[in-house]
T-cell receptor, first 114, second 111 residues
């Protein structure tokens, strides 16, 4: 089966600019997650979707980050305006039945804010 | 809250050496436990998992046993290869269906 697709692979922007990341999960996977992985740290959950509804966005900095999952398939994560500390790898993952069955991760988008 | 603690890296070994990467967890209830691997420039890949106490997960020569009495899920491999060089993440999934990761342990294997 095709994996989780993410784009772009790399992005460099200046602080205060905006940026968007895209994720296409594995077909049929109801649960989709966005994680932020800062260099040298483990991934941290930003938001969890079940179909097109938000299950948990408690760790999402809502003053600058937003995410949507239209029609319960693709998802977009946006940052506006970006800060230097947003430099990280943004990982998308999907799962057919939530985390207990294991997630499939995309290759991630490496964001550098200068 | 729920958390995962991993040993600090890097772990540096010669090829064919025995590997242990320690992982302990704090969680209420009965979490599922995972090891993920991240090769340079790539995304996270599920290495192995265990869903209940005393289960042993295994894959590609790696093993880990879910020990509820010691709240541990240590990763082991009898003979490492240069190609095993990567960052290894221990993680748990609780009843909220979220994966909570440790900080990762970098493994470097030299010929």
């Amino acid at each position: 089966e095709a994996g989780v697709a993410q784009s772009p692979r790399y992005k460099i922007i200046e602080k205060r600019q905006s940026v968007a990341f895209w994720c296409n999960p594995i077909s049929g996977h109801a649960t989709l997650y966005w994680y932020q992985q800062i260099l040298g740290q483990g991934p941290k959950l930003l938001i969890q979707f079940q179909n097109n509804g938000v299950v948990d966005d408690s760790q999402l900095p809502k003053d600058r980050f937003s995410a949507e999952r239209l029609k319960g398939v693709d998802s977009t994560l946006k940052i506006q305006p970006a800060k230097l500390e947003d430099s990280a790898v943004y990982l998308c993952a999907s799962s057919p039945r939530g985390g207990r069955s294991g997630y499939t991760f995309g290759s991630g988008t490496r964001l550098t804010v200068v | 809250g729920n958390s995962v603690t991993q040993m600090e890296g890097p772990v540096t070994l010669s090829e064919e050496a025995f590997l242990t990467i320690n992982c302990t967890y704090t969680a209420t209830g009965y979490p599922s436990l995972f090891w993920y691997v991240q090769y340079p420039g790539e995304g996270l890949q599920l290495l192995l998992k265990a869903t209940k106490a005393d289960d042993k997960g295994s894959n590609k020569g790696f093993e880990a046993t879910y020990r509820k009495e010691t709240t541990s899920f240590h990763l082991e491999k009898g003979s490492v290869q240069v190609s095993d060089s990567a960052v290894y993440f221990c993680a748990l999934s609780d009843n909220t269906d979220k994966l909570i990761f440790g900080t990762g342990t970098r493994l470097q294997v030299f010929p």
